[in-house]
């Protein structure tokens, strides 16, 4: 392989945050005694500065660097600066958390920085290699996290398993890798679709190498029957890293999903169609069903998660640039909608008490008028009730699979939703009809209130006028 | 002729020593397999005439990641009964699915997909060829990139281990080394002048 | 066939050349300990054996060879007679690669280097295997103290030794001497100063030696690793423990001390510095190990034992942190080709 001198600029966020996190883990180590808030600062204004740089680097024109092993385009560069608006508004909230509970350490901010910049190579990923590497940046960021509050054995429990699990997912898709690599000979995921596009027919130990990438990737993003970790990990970790766990890596395991499959695995689309398709109705099914029963909101949401990462894969079903974009919508519609759900649960909680509990949010309205009405927003918008942006998510992943001749999966992920429906509006329904035990008027910052003001407000914002961001989802995927 | 001997001897050495790392019931035995198949397998890659990767695994495999894991091995006292409980309930099931999946990797890896006459033979190299030094001009050119994020992931490991295992736990008595060099006389010592007693 | 029957016997040949000279240098070396230490702690050392005691390693191995292997209740049988084998194993197959004299070399390998920081970081099985096998408190207690200490160590062993081989350009034993042709002060302990004593002590520390010996701390924990040996199979971990002394004196003289080129080159014209006594050759090479193995005995019979704290706290913070500084100014001097040391390569 002749060696090119790589191009720095387009990898240029990568790059200032990586130094930016290193700097943080100093500042940590020198000033973290005396002034703890300088790293949550650090962090958030290297956050600011990554997402404007990502922006100003927006590619006309998608580009190849480092020897094919890094790419840039409007779905990366879309892509990164979604998952750092995210992880803003997580750390926000994470510090809130942490700082009621006694729990601030700067470690956790500079993991989580290294954990974006594990999804940001991940994203922009052209060979197998990057994106195995980002893949892992990322997960050891999130096992590290979850278990960082060791008095909580339940934390250390959820940190095992999703350890062990990633770990087990991790090995699957290296062993699926190895037997792409083995028929194609190269890693660089252009070469591999090369290979399909030339060979005429399709090895079948292409299929085979498929099958496994598909099942780790499927594990990591939680999709049924490979989601046996989500709500375990969901509820045991500590509230803020649950916030983080299900928000921003969905974005990145949706740029993984591309990069595999559109842009490496082309030609054997009718094969993943097939698969992703099973995954996707019993996401739907085994989320929306067993929700119902949980009694635990953080369990639920992470039963919600499963359906929606069945939603989501919808649009990939569709097997279009419309609905690779569809799904683009959705799974950024989803992260903000659960980081205002998770949020929700940090704002009311407090010093020893988690507030993840159904009956947690009973009689909310007479203790807090303007957060019962958050907590309407963002559950009617996870449910997909026409005004709010979770509607015109499914919507748009809908109409791709119809339009794919695929109205029987349209019709089930319908019915699907519908029962779906019932255990959002019966949080609703706690809210607003049920009495509380406890009856004094909730106080909480008025800076997390402002933030979860934003997250819900743009959620309903984001419904009433949904083209801007469907457009440019449309645009980054060209 | 000398060559396949020793390549099938290394070869099947490698393949019982893998197989008894999960069949024996000592732990610490089944890690001292393990470092068998390693230095095996090292072995084996001599005779491919990747002597760096060899001799790489030996040293970092075989001399410090599984010594960490002896000495986790031996320190704990793993009571396996209770984990091999279930084993004959669930050995039907287990065998039947590990049958079938050795059967349906079997027919898809075939020899005739990675044999000989798809893959090609590697090319013998000069004595004084050194592949050494060709990984490390492929790593810090073609391959930088990979391998600057693998350095990021063994700083987080770092990271993620020391901020998991160092807690400040009230009441522990430890030694401050800096302090006990730093030391000085006047810190331990009290010269006291004063006069002799007069005997009585 | 008969070719390759002739070039067999050729290498096991030059096998025992290097052998048995080896094991007789062990056994005059236990010798000379007993004696430089006697001396220095103004005793008179063995002197009853033979003139003047020079006889006395015979008596030794002739005593450790006739005296009963026992093996204890309750040991691992198997493991416990491999542990000593693995340790000698491992400790003579590292002198393969190295080289007495120009071109004088069993095996010459490019990776030579990486060959011997392999083979001395698989020596600490012997010790962890018996440790473990002999089913004693004492002696698992000294396996974990020196599988700590060994691991610690041979990071900075290793990281000295990429210094090394980034100012020599090479793995290769016999082309890092080579690049330090030139005069004494061409030789790498100036340039490269604070890695050669990095190097000399992580070697101790590395070999279980004193001031480093916690692993055997008679007086903590009778004997560490070793307590449950005795007749053949102490001898064999004590003949590993001493062919691993030599071998790291021999290392730091090829390293950097220039092995076996003179050190009156560059200081004499030329016309002097040819031929036997003056001119480069392997007995050069072997005075400077003379000198190192006589630093042991000096070290030994000097200092106190090391707290085993203060031996980790030496190899963490210390010395990783100071090899990898050096090897970033290391790096900076070879981008500007710092004369008078790197400006050729």
Redesign the interface.
């Known amino acids: ?1 002749p ?1 090119v001198t ?1 191009e720095f600029l387009p ?1 240029l966020p990568e790059i200032l945050l ?1 130094v930016m996190a ?1 700097l943080v ?1 100093l500042v940590d180590l020198y000033f973290g005694r005396r002034h703890p808030s300088w790293v949550f600062l650090l962090a958030q204004a290297s956050l600011v500065l990554c997402a404007l740089l990502c922006i100003a680097l927006y590619p006309e024109e998608p580009t190849t660097t ?2 094919g ?2 790419r840039s385009d409007g779905m990366s560069a879309v892509l990164k600066v979604f998952m750092i608006l995210v992880t803003y508004f997580v750390l926000f909230y994470s510090k809130f958390y942490l700082d009621v509970r006694d729990l601030f ?1 700067g ?1 956790y901010f ?2 989580s920085l ?1 954990a974006v ?1 594990g999804m940001m ?1 991940l994203v922009s990923a052209a ?1 197998l ?2 994106l195995y ?2 893949l ?2 990322m997960a ?2 999130l ?2 996290l979850v ?2 509050n ?1 008095e909580s054995s339940m934390a250390s429990e959820a940190a095992m398993k999703y350890f062990v699990l990633g770990a087990l997912a991790s090995g699957t898709l290296l062993y699926g890798m190895s037997l792409l690599y ?1 028929v194609t000979g190269s890693l660089e995921l252009d070469r591999i679709r090369e290979y399909q596009s030339v060979g005429g027919e399709i ?3 292409l299929v ?1 190498g498929l099958v496994f990438i598909v099942v780790g990737v499927a594990f990591k993003l939680g999709a049924a029957p490979f989601h046996m970790w989500v709500p375990d990990v969901y509820e045991g970790a500590p509230t803020s890293v649950t916030l983080f766990v299900g928000t921003a890596p969905k974005i990145a395991a949706f740029g993984m999903l591309m990069r595999l499959l559109v842009d490496g695995l082309a030609g054997v689309q009718g094969d993943w169609i097939e698969m992703l398709t099973i995954l996707s109705v019993l996401s739907m099914a085994v989320g929306n069903i067993i929700a119902i029963a949980q009694t635990n909101l953080k369990r639920m949401l992470a039963y919600s998660t499963i359906a929606h990462v069945g939603f989501l894969l919808l649009g990939i079903i569709a097997g279009t640039r419309a609905g690779y974009a569809a799904s683009m919508f959705y799974v950024i519609v989803y992260a903000l909608m659960g980081l205002g759900a998770f949020g929700m649960i940090i704002v009311l909680g407090s010093k020893g008490f988690e507030s993840d509990r159904l009956d947690d949010f009973r009689g909310l309205n007479e203790r807090s008028p303007w957060l019962a009405f958050l907590v309407l927003v963002l559950m009617l918008s996870m449910a997909g009730v026409p005004p709010f942006v979770g509607f015109w998510a499914k919507w748009s992943v809908l109409r791709e699979v119809v339009a794919a001749d695929q109205v029987w999966l349209a019709t089930v992920a319908v019915v699907l939703a519908v029962i779906g429906l019932f255990y959002y509006l019966r949080v609703v329904r706690l809210v607003y009809f049920e009495e509380g035990q406890e009856a004094a008027p909730l106080v909480c910052g008025t800076d997390v209130k402002v933030m979860i003001s934003t997250n819900a407000l743009a959620i309903l914002a984001l419904g009433v006028y949904p083209s801007a961001l469907l457009a440019l989802c449309v645009t980054a995927l060209g | 002729m000398a060559e396949l001997v020793v390549f099938y001897c290394f070869a099947a050495i490698l393949v019982f020593a893998a197989f008894r790392v999960i069949t024996v019931r000592n732990p610490v035995h089944a890690a001292l397999f393990l470092v068998l198949a390693f230095f095996s397998s090292a072995c084996v890659w001599i005779l491919l005439e990747a002597e760096f990767l060899a001799i790489v695994l030996v040293l970092v495999y075989v001399g410090a990641v599984m010594v960490l894991f002896l000495f986790v091995v031996m320190m704990l006292d793993i009571n396996l009964a209770p984990l091999r409980e279930g084993f004959t309930r669930y050995l039907g099931l287990g065998a039947a699915v590990a049958v079938l999946i050795v059967a349906q990797l079997l027919l898809v890896l075939g020899s005739d997909r990675f044999g000989l006459e798809r893959v090609g033979a590697p090319v013998r190299r000069a004595a004084d060829y050194s592949n050494t030094e060709e990984l490390g001009v492929l790593l810090y050119t073609v391959y930088a990139y990979p391998f600057e994020i693998a350095a990021v992931v063994l700083l987080v490991a770092i990271i993620a281990a020391i901020s998991l295992t160092m807690r400040r736990r009230p009441g522990i008595k430890a030694q401050n080394p800096a302090e006990q060099v730093a030391v000085r006389r006047s810190d331990r010592v009290r010269l006291v002048k004063m006069r002799s007693e007069s005997r009585r | 066939m008969i070719d390759s029957l002739v070039s067999l016997a050729w290498t096991v040949a030059k096998v025992l050349a290097i052998l048995v000279p080896l094991v007789l240098a062990v056994a005059w070396y236990t010798f000379a300990e007993r004696k430089v230490v006697g001396y220095i702690q103004v005793r008179m050392g063995p002197n009853r054996v033979g003139p003047r005691g020079w006889l006395q390693p015979i008596a030794d191995g002739i005593k450790l060879v006739l005296k009963e292997v026992i093996i204890p209740a309750g040991a691992n049988r198997f493991l416990f007679v491999l542990a000593p084998v693995i340790a000698l194993g491992a400790a003579l197959a590292a002198w393969a690669v190295v080289p007495f004299g120009e071109g004088l070399v069993l095996a010459d390998i490019n990776a030579g280097l990486l060959y011997i920081l392999a083979m001395t970081s698989v020596g600490v099985y012997g010790v962890i295997i018996a440790g473990w096998a002999s089913n004693s408190k004492y002696a698992l207690l000294g396996a974990m103290r020196s599988a700590a200490q060994i691991v610690a160590y041979e990071i900075a062993m290793g990281f000295a030794l990429v210094v090394v081989l980034m100012a020599a350009g090479s793995l290769n034993l016999g082309e890092i001497v080579n690049a330090q042709d030139g005069s004494i002060l061409n030789w790498f302990w100036l340039p490269l100063l604070p890695m050669f004593v990095v190097y000399i002590i992580a070697g101790i520390a590395e070999t279980n030696r004193a001031p480093f010996d916690v692993a055997e701390g008679e007086s903590e924990i009778v004997a560490g690793f070793h307590v449950e040996y005795s007749g053949m199979s102490f001898l064999v971990f004590f003949l590993a423990e001493y062919a691993n002394m030599i071998l790291i004196s021999l290392l730091i003289s090829i390293m950097f001390l220039g092995g076996w080129l003179s050190p009156f080159q560059g200081i004499f014209p030329d016309r002097f510095t040819e031929g036997f006594p003056l001119g480069p050759g392997p007995h050069w090479l072997l005075l400077k190990t003379l000198f190192f193995m006589f630093l042991y005995l000096w070290l030994r019979a000097t200092f106190p034992r090391y707290r085993y704290d203060q031996i980790m706290r030496l190899g963490w913070k210390v010395f990783i942190p100071l090899t990898i500084v050096w090897i970033v100014v290391v790096g900076v001097a070879i981008v500007l080709d710092v004369p008078p040391w790197f400006d050729g390569a």
Do not use: Q
């Open positions: 392989m060696f790589p990898a990586a290193c883990l480092f020897n092993t890094f350490k470690e500079v993991l290294f910049l190579i060979s290699l990057t590497l980002g892992e940046l050891l960021c096992y590290a278990a960082l060791r083995g090895d079948i130990i085979l």
